[in-house]
C-alpha cells in the first residue's frame, strides 16, 4: 500500500501562485508514474497534469503555460507549481501514483482563488 499526502494548498487571490508537494511512502516511487487531479464543487474530477517516470509530462489545456508538474525521486515527491491562478482553478487537488495495475489517491488539498 502506498500512501500519498499533499501539502501546499490554500487561499490565494487571482493572478497569485501556489506550490503544491505530493510526497509518497515507500521505496518504488521513482517507478511511478504521478498525476494531480482536481475536482471542483458540482464538476467531476478532471486530470490537471501527469509525468511518467521518464519524466514525460502532460497537461489539462486549461493549465498549459501556467501549471508545472515536476519530481523529485530522491525526496519521493511530486510538485504542481501553479502560477497565474484563476478563480475557474478553485477546487480540492489530489495527486495519483500509477503503477502497473495499482492506483492510489491521496487524500486531496484545497486550492482556492479568490480576492
Known amino acids: 500500500q502506498v500512501q500519498l499526502v499533499e501539502s501546499g494548498g490554500g487561499l490565494v487571490q487571482p493572478g497569485g501562485s501556489l506550490r503544491l508537494s505530493c510526497v509518497a511512502s515507500?521505496?518504488?516511487?521513482?517507478?511511478?508514474?504521478m498525476g494531480w487531479y482536481r475536482q471542483a464543487p458540482g464538476k467531476q474530477r478532471e486530470l490537471v497534469a501527469t509525468i511518467t517516470s521518464g519524466r514525460i509530462t502532460n497537461y489539462a489545456d486549461s493549465v498549459q503555460g501556467r501549471f508545472t508538474i515536476s519530481r523529485d525521486n530522491a525526496k519521493n515527491t511530486v510538485y504542481l507549481q501553479m502560477n497565474s491562478l484563476k478563480p475557474e482553478d478553485t477546487a480540492v487537488y489530489s495527486c495519483?501514483?500509477?503503477?502497473?495495475?495499482?492506483?492510489?489517491w491521496g487524500q486531496g488539498a484545497q486550492v482556492t482563488v479568490s480576492s
Open positions: 495519483n501514483a500509477e503503477y502497473l495495475k495499482y492506483v492510489y
Open positions: 515507500g521505496s518504488m516511487f521513482r517507478f511511478y508514474a
